[in-house]
Structures are given as structure tokens and as C-alpha cells.
């Protein structure tokens, strides 16, 4: 059974930063893509950032871009999402999420061979 655990939320000012972690197990990653979503009270869930298995393909959410920065340890199974400048914006749960299809985990999903997280929260004050 897949299982991903978030950490490194938390409550911090604006301008501050925070490091998102997840650790993956249950199954052999090889060639999975990662990436973390998040949502708002009241606002749909979004795709924040994604990164392929080797890191050649990247994705963040335009309101994130040169602010956040995902990487991964493949031998870990573990991703991370730095976040710099956060705003109070970003506020939200943030899930981590893995699949097999780049643009699955853009488009915010998760399809047959993917899973998501329980979520972490982010919450950034004024």
C-alpha cells in the first residue's frame, strides 16, 4: 500500500520561509513523477509545483514561480518543496502526490497508479 507523509508545515510571517518534506514508500517509484498540491478554505485544490523522475521536467504554478523550488532524493523517495517569500496567499493544505504521468499530477490529479498524501498545513500570516 502507498503511503506518503508530509512535514515541515507550520505557521510563519510573511517573507518567511518553510521546507515541505514527504516521504513515499509501498512500491517501487522508478519513473514516477512527484509534486504537491494544494487548497484554501473554500477554493479548489491547485497544482503547485511537479517534478519528473530524473528532474528533467519541471512545473510550478504561476503565483509560485521563483519563489518555491522542488527537488528530489530518488533514493530517499522523498521530495521537497522550499518555499521562500511566502505570502498569505499560500496559506492552505498542502498535499503531497506522486504518479506515473507528468501531466497527471499538473492537471491535478492522481490517476490508477497514483496516490496523494493526508496534507500539511501551511499558514502564512500578515
Known amino acids: 500500500q502507498v503511503k506518503l507523509v508530509e512535514s515541515g508545515g507550520g505557521l510563519v510571517q510573511a517573507g518567511g520561509s518553510l521546507r515541505l518534506s514527504c516521504v513515499a514508500s509501498?512500491?517501487?517509484?522508478?519513473?514516477?513523477?512527484m509534486g504537491w498540491f494544494r487548497q484554501a478554505p473554500g477554493k479548489d485544490r491547485e497544482s503547485v509545483a511537479a517534478?519528473?523522475?530524473?528532474?528533467?521536467?519541471?512545473y510550478y504554478k504561476d503565483s509560485v514561480k521563483g519563489r518555491f523550488t522542488i527537488s528530489r532524493d530518488n533514493a530517499k523517495n522523498t521530495v521537497y518543496l522550499q518555499m521562500n517569500n511566502l505570502k498569505p496567499e499560500d496559506t492552505a493544505e498542502y498535499y503531497c502526490?506522486?504518479?506515473?504521468?507528468?501531466?497527471?499530477?499538473?492537471?491535478?490529479?492522481?490517476?490508477?497508479?497514483?496516490?496523494w498524501g493526508r496534507g500539511i498545513q501551511v499558514t502564512v500570516s500578515s
Open positions: 517534478i519528473s523522475w530524473n528532474s528533467d521536467r519541471l
Open positions: 502526490a506522486v504518479d506515473d504521468e507528468f501531466d497527471t499530477i499538473v492537471a491535478v490529479l492522481v490517476g490508477p497508479k497514483g496516490s
Open positions: 509501498g512500491r517501487t517509484f522508478n519513473g514516477y513523477t
